[in-house]
């Protein structure tokens, strides 16, 4: 691997991301060469010492590694569909599913190109701090992305990365809707967002310490109930029903929490634990 941080690279695409990808890069000293479809994105990254290329081309030409943050994988094929790929190395950091990078990782390599994918789990501000998280599936890379982050190598498949960023986002996402839930209700009895929140991120933290038991459970394929039986959940599951249909607040997430119990429990599972659930999660 190319750990010198004189290793040139170029970044493809100056929004949001992809200005602050490049700016972490001229800060670690690496020489940048940049590309924007509206090239004016680059004057400030220019003045800061990156070196504007006046045609995909020229950037693709520029050598070292070429990284790629466009708005979505459709954009980023329509870039380059008629760029001279051979010999060129990709690390495609535009957000998108594990089809679109499986993909774009077989059309790349059949243009002679060596692709990586990759998933950017982080915010434009954050990025060149080790809060960054950068997820990269396809061969091993040759080139240190350290300037942009805490950088991970998930395997060989070329879609793992952004099936790590969709079940992380999936993660995220539902955490939130957790947590407005628990807001709507509260808020019904005059408790505001800011009194229930470090509440709401004791109880996050707390079910963030089972992941690894329920995950040892989930790899075994077995469910004793050490802690709660499902139906003994199911009973507090049905409080969250009533209670936001007696408080007058979307019950939706209540009902379909509830709903996937039921059907583990129909099934059999009533005496497991909860992770059994995984059995609902793997069929559509
Ligand atoms: N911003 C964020 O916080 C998130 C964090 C997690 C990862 N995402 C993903 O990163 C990709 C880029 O996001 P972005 O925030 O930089 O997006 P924009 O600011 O909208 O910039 C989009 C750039 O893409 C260029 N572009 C779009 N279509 C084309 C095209 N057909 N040909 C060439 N370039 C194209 C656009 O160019 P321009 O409009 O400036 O000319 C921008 O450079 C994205 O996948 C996020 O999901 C960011």
């Known amino acids: 691997m190319d750990n010198e941080t004189t290793a040139p690279v170029t970044v493809l695409?100056?929004?949001?991301m992809g200005t602050a990808l490049a700016r972490a890069f001229l800060a670690a000293g690496h020489p940048t060469t940049v590309w924007n479809r509206t090239a004016a994105k680059a004057s400030a990254l220019v003045a800061e010492g990156a070196r504007l290329a006046p045609t995909i081309g020229d950037a693709?030409?520029?050598g070292g590694t070429t990284i790629v943050c466009l708005t979505d994988y459709p954009a980023v094929r329509d870039?380059?569909?008629?760029?001279?790929l051979e010999g060129a190395t990709l690390v495609n950091l535009t957000s998108g599913d594990s089809g679109q990078a499986r993909e774009t990782a077989a059309w790349a390599e059949k243009r002679g190109a060596r692709y990586l994918d990759g998933a950017i789990m982080a915010i434009p501000s954050s990025i060149g701090t080790d809060e960054a998280v950068i997820l990269l599936s396809?061969?091993?890379?040759?080139?240190?992305?350290?300037?942009l982050g805490t950088v991970s190598h998930l395997g060989e498949d070329p879609g793992?990365?952004?099936?790590?960023?969709v079940a992380g986002l999936t993660m995220m996402w539902s955490?939130?809707?957790?947590?407005?839930?628990?807001?709507?209700?509260?808020?019904?009895a005059g408790v505001d967002a800011a009194t229930y929140a470090p509440f709401a991120q004791q109880i996050a933290a707390g079910v963030a310490g089972w992941l690894p038991g329920y995950a040892e459970q989930v790899d075994k394929g077995s469910?004793?109930?050490?802690?709660?039986?499902?139906?003994?959940?199911?009973?507090?599951?049905?409080?969250?029903?009533?209670?936001?249909?007696?408080?007058?607040?979307n019950a939706e997430l209540p009902k379909l929490i509830k709903?996937?119990?039921?059907?583990?429990?129909?099934a059999g599972h009533g005496g497991e634990q909860y992770p059994v659930l995984i059995r609902e999660f793997e069929r559509p």
Not at 13 to 16: C, F, S
Not at 259 to 266: E, F, G, K, S
């Open 13 to 16: 695409g100056l929004g949001l």
């Open 60 to 62: 693709l030409a520029a």
């Open 79 to 84: 870039l380059l569909d008629d760029a001279a």
């Open 138 to 147: 396809g061969p091993l890379p040759d080139f240190d992305l350290g300037a």
């Open 160 to 165: 793992l990365a952004s099936l790590y960023d």
């Open 175 to 188: 955490v939130l809707n957790a947590w407005l839930q628990g807001t709507a209700m509260l808020k019904t």
């Open 223 to 249: 469910f004793p109930a050490e802690v709660s039986a499902l139906e003994t959940d199911v009973r507090a599951m049905a409080h969250m029903v009533e209670e936001s249909e007696a408080l007058g607040v």
């Open 259 to 266: 709903a996937m119990a039921d059907r583990a429990i129909a």
